[in-house]
């Protein structure tokens, strides 16, 4: 399941995705922060989500909390779930990576990066839990079923706000990607 993403994604171009919504995006000590481009954020790493706290918050937090075994909790499932009582992120993406099994003669896993057609960024949907986020599954997709069996939500910028007040129904939004949305590459080998 992705546990390694990319966000070449700057804060005016986040802050853009609310700007004619009524609720302005504010950020987390102020200032519009430099988010510098990261082809490599991985679970443990703090990286930059959006919250709602009155309105949409920029901030820094860390991917995953511990489970009660001591596990990190980085993907979450939403199958069937309700999110009413829960706390909701965006967390801004360029790209997600899922593996595959090596290819002939390599010794390491196929890496794909997965990137949103038509769109140079995208939010993935997460909720938030002892001051750490996991990103939300569903069923794969068409073009994510060939890599994965489970695929993180993703949600074009303009939803994002849908997400964050749930003002439409869950189930609505927490779905597999529509056929021909997303477009993969090889990265490695």
């Known amino acids: 399941m992705c546990n390694n993403y990319a966000s070449h994604v700057p804060a005016s171009q986040i802050a853009d995705a609310f700007s004619e919504t009524g609720f302005p ?3 987390d000590g102020g200032g519009i922060p430099n988010l510098e481009p990261n082809d490599d954020i991985k679970i443990g790493d703090a ?23 001591g596990r990190p909790v980085f993907n979450f499932r939403s199958d069937g779930r309700e999110f009413g009582n829960s706390s909701r992120c965006l967390i801004p993406a ?7 099994d090596a290819e002939p003669g390599q010794k390491r896993k196929t890496k794909w990066s997965f ?3 038509g769109e140079a960024w995208f939010w993935i949907a997460g909720i ?28 074009p ?26 477009q993969a590459g090889k990265v490695f080998p």
Request: hydrophobic content about 40%.
């Open 25 to 27: 995006l504010r950020f």
């Open 94 to 100: 360029s790209a997600f990576y899922e593996f595959t």
């Open 157 to 182: 910028p303009p939803a994002g706000l849908d997400w964050l007040r749930l003002s439409r129904p869950a189930a609505e939004m927490l779905t597999p990607s529509q056929a021909g949305s997303l």
């Open 47 to 69: 990286a930059s989500i959006v919250t709602w706290d009155e309105g949409p918050l920029l901030a820094s937090m860390r991917w995953s909390w511990r489970s009660p075994q």
């Open 115 to 117: 990137s949103m057609k």
């Open 128 to 155: 938030v839990k002892e001051g750490a986020w996991a990103m939300l599954t569903t069923e794969p997709g068409p073009d994510v079923s060939p890599y994965h069996d489970r695929q993180i939500v993703v949600l």
